[in-house]
């Protein structure tokens, strides 16, 4: 988890204890990128409402806050605990079988590494390989 997700997500269990940060990245130098979730949605209200409780994010950045969408995120085990059975795109740090790229079905997540069916075959991924991680919308 970067620096600025774990920054963020300690501002926000005070302010929004109930909303779930999915993604926060630095884009560029000067944006932060903030994906999050609600057990009721995700409203332009509740956008709203995380951006005015993150004063310090915005005196250094631009910040953007939207809902997950249909290319969910997936960066916390819990995450793809919940997606198991859902196709997802998984991009490493490193090539592993010559990849480092692979999409199919997650099949499996455990605290230590998540199991692909991807095109090229079954791949364990431990997390510390995963650089960035979503769901493929289904069709």
Do not use: W
């Not at 988890?1 to 929004?16: F, K, N, P, V």
């Not at 940060?21 to 009721?40: K, M, S």
């Not at 995700?42 to 409402?49: D, G, H, I, S």
């Not at 631009?62 to 969408?69: D, I, K, N, R």
């Amino acid at each position: 988890m970067s620096s600025i997700q774990a920054d963020i997500e300690a501002r926000l269990a005070q302010a929004e204890p109930e909303v779930e940060v999915l993604l926060a990245e630095v884009v560029g130098a000067r944006t932060v990128r903030l994906f999050i979730d609600h057990p009721e949605g995700v409203t332009l209200a509740l956008c709203e409402r995380v951006t005015l409780a993150l004063p310090e994010v915005r005196e250094r950045y631009a910040l953007e806050v939207s809902s997950p969408g249909t290319e969910r995120p997936l960066t916390k085990p819990a995450h793809f605990r919940r997606f198991v059975g859902r196709r997802a795109r998984v991009r490493t740090r490193d090539a592993r079988e010559g990849h480092i790229s692979f999409t199919g079905e997650l099949v499996g997540a455990s605290e230590a590494d998540i199991t692909l069916a991807a095109e090229t075959g079954v791949v364990t991924i431990p997390y510390q390989e995963i650089v960035r991680s979503n769901l493929i919308p289904t069709e």
